[in-house]
């Protein structure tokens, strides 16, 4: 059971990412007259790579993969990350790489020049994969966002992509992208697919994130057999299916 601390900390958590998302920051014009979706993924399970990446593809559409240089490669209970050549490999494939730190932690409770050095690490360890010419698409570890590290990470990111719940539509805060989990359970998968029709009725940009995409997944994760089921409605429903990158471009935002 968690704490009194940690219960306190998940709390104010949540009120900062509220109040960073509503108070006025860098923003973009989401409006659009096509509905776009984006699938993204965090950490990266290795498993977001040969499933949801190959099951993207069967659909002819690709992927932002959110790295975090320190995870790559390591084996965990229930998941094994994504190594530097995978990441190499999803770029091959024209996927999308963008950053998620390079040690994973709660930026809300860093400091400005230890979130500095930790992305520096993190773009270091990204170009050395694949040099991009301009800014990379950045998610917060946790969905935690931070006041403090808005501006560092305005200079330094195209957009930032948070976990509050929804769509983004006409004046957006680039700093913090609203966004919509796929995760167990299945029902809760299956149930997004109502978002795809209600983007039809009334588009935006809605982005989608996950983690790993298995037989047996993670409470983050999904089933292949969910995750397809959702890139085939989206297909169906005539959404553009667009890397965070390419739909920045489209908007005409984010630098």
Known sequence: MPSLLERIDTVAG?????LIQRLPGPQIDASTRGPIVSF???????TALTAGAAILERYDAR?????SGGLTGRHETDRRLITAGGCAELVQRGHELGCHSFAHPNIRHLRRDALTRDLAQNRAFLDA????PQQRNFAYPFTAASFRSRTLLAQH?????????????GL????YL????IEQPERSVLALRQAVDGLI?????????GHDVANTPTPFGCTPQSFETLVAHVRASGCAILTVDAALDRLGGGG
């Open 178 to 181: 609203r966004a919509m989990p």
């Open 157 to 169: 990111y195209r957009s930032a992509r948070g976990g509050l719940y929804g769509v983004n539509r």
């Open 172 to 175: 957006t805060n680039r700093t």
């Open 63 to 67: 992927g932002t993969f959110y790295i």
């Open 129 to 132: 994969i694949a040099p991009v």
């Open 201 to 209: 009725a009334d588009p935006g940009w809605l982005i989608f994130y």
């Open 14 to 18: 949540r009120l900062t990412n509220r």
């Open 40 to 46: 993204t993924f965090d950490d990266v399970p290795e």
